[in-house]
C-alpha cells in the first residue's frame, strides 16, 4: 500500500512558476513510476510527466515538454513537478500517481497506476 500527498498548488499570475510536491509512503520500489496528471474543468483528465523511480528517465506529453520538469528525491521518497512560465490553461487539479508500471510506454496511461493522490489545485490568472 502507498500513500500519496500532493502540495504545492495555488493562485499564481500567468508567467509564474509552481513547484509541486507529491510525498509518498509506504514501499516504493525501484521498478516503480511516478506520474503527475491534471484534470482541468470541464476536460478529462491527461496525462503531464512521469519518472521512473530506479533511473530517473523522465517522459513528457509533448505540449509541455521544456516548460514543466519531474525530478524526485529518493531519500525522501518524494516527486516534484516544477512549472514554469504557467498560463492559464495550465489551471487544473494536479494529481500525482505511482504505479507498477515495466514498459515505459505505458506511463501516459492513467488507467497503468494504483495509486493516486487527492490532487492539488493550480489556478493561473492572466
Known amino acids: 500500500q502507498v500513500q500519496l500527498v500532493e502540495s504545492g498548488g495555488g493562485l499564481v499570475q500567468a508567467g509564474g512558476s509552481l513547484r509541486l510536491s507529491c510525498a509518498a509512503s509506504?514501499?516504493?520500489?525501484?521498478?516503480?513510476?511516478m506520474g503527475w496528471f491534471r484534470r482541468a474543468p470541464g476536460k478529462e483528465r491527461e496525462f503531464v510527466a512521469a519518472?521512473?523511480?530506479?533511473?530517473?528517465?523522465?517522459y513528457y506529453v509533448d505540449s509541455l515538454k521544456g516548460r514543466f520538469t519531474i525530478s524526485r528525491d529518493n531519500a525522501k521518497n518524494t516527486v516534484y513537478l516544477q512549472m514554469n512560465s504557467l498560463k492559464p490553461e495550465d489551471t487544473a487539479v494536479y494529481y500525482c500517481?505511482?504505479?507498477?508500471?515495466?514498459?515505459?510506454?505505458?506511463?501516459?496511461?492513467?488507467?497503468?497506476?494504483?495509486?493516486w493522490g487527492q490532487g492539488t489545485q493550480v489556478t493561473v490568472s492572466s
Open positions: 500517481a505511482v504505479g507498477a508500471i515495466t514498459d515505459s510506454r505505458l506511463y501516459y496511461y492513467a488507467e497503468r497506476y494504483a495509486y
Open positions: 509506504g514501499r516504493i520500489f525501484s521498478s516503480y513510476a
Open positions: 519518472i521512473r523511480w530506479n533511473s530517473g528517465n523522465t
